[in-house]
């Protein structure tokens, strides 16, 4: 369709068909109006395109990502968690018990491993007492032998009463080794394995606890009270309290503004901006994530910039992939190759 503005209808608006009409000048200038829109509609991606050109000729663009230093902590153990101490956001400190475990496999060999009731173990309360007893039989036997040996130095004892004594006291002893043998018998080696297994059940039981390394936040608890785990599973992650990292995805057509040193700005979620500068460029390329392309934009492999901040962070805003937008001001010594 062809538009014109030339016809008799512009060139007298007040009449219409040979009448005279007052508010045709009116209508003629709607009927303008109404094109001048529909070109400004079909024009729109034209002029928006435009705005993107001239925009990206001032300033260079490129997504970012705040990154969460996190600490991942996973079952060491095939157990059951029975109490959940913490919850996210929470704050903890280093040596804090966060989650309890259990094995009840663990729990059902300790009891079979325990001892019956009314068995006295071999080091138990009655053969400490019958040590006493022939330890003090040995010891009157050596004191009565002492006492005819010094009655035969005066000639009150007779050389026979001095053997007597000596083989009462022999015999004292000989009791005292049977009784010791007697009592090694008594542990045999399948008693002592079994105690030292139950000793072991029972460290590793006490061990089953999970604390937190390190000072930090609780950001996410993947268990609940009752489930089972096996080892290797995730438990809980935590937030370690160390500065927040920030990558920015610049196009390798950029790769002169990846240099150390070199400012830019981080346009946060909100609207505000925080001043920043590049700590150093990793030699290595990613894709920027889907969540972060623009519209429009392809799938191709970027450098990773590290970059910090300025400015204090947010306490609102440090959250771990966290996207952010990096704005390089353009060196037009560099855009007209008058640069290094």
């Known amino acids: 369709m062809k538009i014109r503005f030339d016809s008799p209808k512009e060139s007298r608006p007040t009449e219409e068909q040979g009448l005279q009409v007052l508010y045709a000048p009116g209508k003629r200038l709607a009927f303008r109006l109404r094109w001048y829109l529909i070109l400004l509609l079909v024009a729109s991606p034209l002029l928006w395109l435009g705005g993107q050109w001239l925009w990206s000729a001032l300033r260079i663009e490129a997504a970012a990502r705040l990154h969460v230093p996190m600490l991942q902590l996973r079952a060491f153990e095939t157990a059951q968690i029975s109490e959940v101490l913490v919850a996210p956001g929470q704050l903890v400190a280093a040596g804090e018990v966060l989650l309890r475990l259990d094995n009840p496999q663990w729990r059902e060999r300790l009891a079979l491993l325990a001892e019956p009731a009314g068995t006295a173990p071999a080091g138990g309360e009655l053969p400490v007492r019958e040590r006493q007893v022939l330890e003090e039989v040995l010891a009157l036997a050596e004191r009565r032998l002492a006492e005819v040996r010094r009655l035969y130095t005066l000639a009150a004892a007779t050389r026979g009463e001095v053997f ?23 542990e045999p080696a399948e008693f002592g394995q079994r105690r030292l297994e139950r000793q072991w059940l029972e460290r590793r039981l006490a061990a089953l606890e999970v604390r937190a390394p390190e000072d930090g936040r609780v950001l996410d608890v993947a268990v609940a009270a009752g489930e089972s785990v096996a080892p290797g599973l995730p438990l809980l992650s935590l937030e370690r309290q160390l500065p927040a990292q920030i990558w920015v995805y610049l196009p390798a057509r950029h790769a002169a503004y990846a240099s150390p040193g070199q400012a830019l700005t981080l346009r946060l979620p909100d609207g505000s901006s925080r001043a920043a500068r590049v700590v150093r460029q990793v030699r290595d390329t990613a894709q920027v994530p889907a969540e972060l392309q623009p519209p429009f934009g392809s799938a191709a492999r970027t450098l990773l910039v590290l970059v910090e901040s300025l400015e204090p962070w947010p306490e609102r805003w440090r959250m771990d992939r966290l996207g952010l937008q990096a704005r390089f001001a353009r060196d037009w010594r560099r855009a007209f190759g008058l640069g290094e």
């Open 164 to 186: 007597q004594a000596e083989v009462e006291r022999a015999a004292r002893r000989h009791d005292l080794l049977q009784f010791e043998q007697r009592l090694l018998r008594t």
